[in-house]
C-alpha cells in the first residue's frame, strides 16, 4: 500500500547514474547495497554479485525497490529495512556499495536528501563502520558531495578504522556556496519570493558556519583494502568529468595499477600510453609552441592536462616503443611519470623480460621556463602536468520532490 503522505523515494538522479557508471564491476559473491532507495545499485550488482542486500530507512523505498526487483525478473537480491548496518549483526560482504543523503542542508526536509549541516553524518557513519563488515580485500564504493574536497585525505584516515587500503578520490567542478545552494532552495510550484529569500539565507548561513569557507565538489569515494602487510595506505584525488557512459573499467585499471608499481624491482613492466589519450600541441605565428595538451575525446574519466615539453617527448618516446620496459624501481624514482600512471594516461602491464635497450627512461624533471623575446609568447608552463578543472558538477533536482 502507498500514500502520498509517506516521504518520497529518491528518483534516479545524476548521482545515482554517476555511480553505477564508475563503480567497478568485479564479480564477486556478496555486495551489500546502503541506502538503497528504488534500488538502483542493488539491482545493476546483482549483474555481478552472486547475492546482493539493499539496506533502506525508508518502507517505501523498499516497496519501490522489490518492485523494480520483480520487474526485472531479478532474484539474487533481499531487500532489508534498517539503519545502515543495523540489520547484519556481524555479516561481511566482499563490495558494500552506497549513494548516501549526503547535501549539506539546514534542514531535514528530505531524508534521502539531507546529511545534516555539513553533509557528513551519514557519509562518517558508513565509512567508520565498512571495515567491520568487508571481508579481506574488501571494497568500498560511494557517491557524495565532497565538502573541501582538499581535506579528503586526513578525513578518510580520521574515519577509517580497518587495515590499510588504497583510496582514490574522483572530483568534478567546485560550486560555491551560491551555486551549491540555488537549487536545493528552488520549488517547482507556489513558492513566494519572500520564502525563497529566506531558505536561501537559511542555506548560506548553514555553509558559513563551517570552520573555514568551503566550495562544494561532487565526486565518488572509492576505498579498497589490501593485505599487502609491506605497504601501506596510499590516498590519490584526481578529477574527471561526471560520468554518464561508464569508466568503471578505468577506475578498476587505477586499483590494478597501484599493485603493480608495488611489484618487486625483478619484475619487468611494460609501460603504454593509453589508447583513450590524444595530444595537442598549439603554435603561435612564430612557431613557438604554446601549450602541449593531453585529453581524451571519449572518456569521461579524463579532464585536459597541460604539459611541458619534456613530458610531452617521454610521452612520444613510449608511444614510439623507444621507451617501453621498465622496473617499478625506475617508476618509483619519478614523479612526473608516477603522476601519469595515477591519472590514467600510462598503463603498466607485466612482461616476460628486459630487454637492455629499452631500460632507460628520460629523466622526468619539470622543465625551466623558456623566455622568448618580442610579441610571442613563452613556451609552456614549467609546472609539468597541470589539472584542469571540469567544466560541471551535477545539479540535485531534489527541490522538485517537495
Ligand atoms: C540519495 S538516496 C540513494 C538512492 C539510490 N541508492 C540511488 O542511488 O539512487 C539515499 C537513500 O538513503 C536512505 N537513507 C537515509 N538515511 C538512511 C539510513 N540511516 N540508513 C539507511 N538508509 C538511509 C534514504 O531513504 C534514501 O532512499
Redesign the pocket.
Known sequence: EDTLEE?P?????L??HG??NTAPRYPVDTLL??????????LVASRYASQVT?????PR?LRFARFNAQFNNISNVTFIQ???Y?PLGKQRFDII??????VASPEQAL???DGGDNGEI?LA?IITRAAAHLNANGRLHI?TDLVDVADYQRKLQHWWQGEPTDSLVLQTADRDAMLFAVPHVHQAFGQRFHDYNTELANWLDNLQQMPQPVAINFGYILIHCHTDKTRPSSYYTRTIHNPSQPIDTQVGDYFRQRQLINAPETQPLQLTINPHIRFRVDSDTCGITTDITLFSPTSAYYTHYQIDDTVFQTLQAIATRNISIVSSADIAKQPILLDLLHKGVLSLHKTSSFATSDTSIINLQASQPTSISGDCKSAPSPSAIQEQATATTPTCLSSYCR
Open positions: 516521504e523515494v529518491m528518483y534516479i538522479g548521482d545515482s555511480l553505477v547495497d546502503l541506502c538503497t532507495g528504488s534500488g538502483v545499485q542493488a539493499g539496506i533502506d530507512v525508508n523505498a534498517g539503519n545502515l543495523q556499495i552506497a549513494n548516501p543523503p549526503f531524508r534521502f536528501r551519514v557513519e557517491v
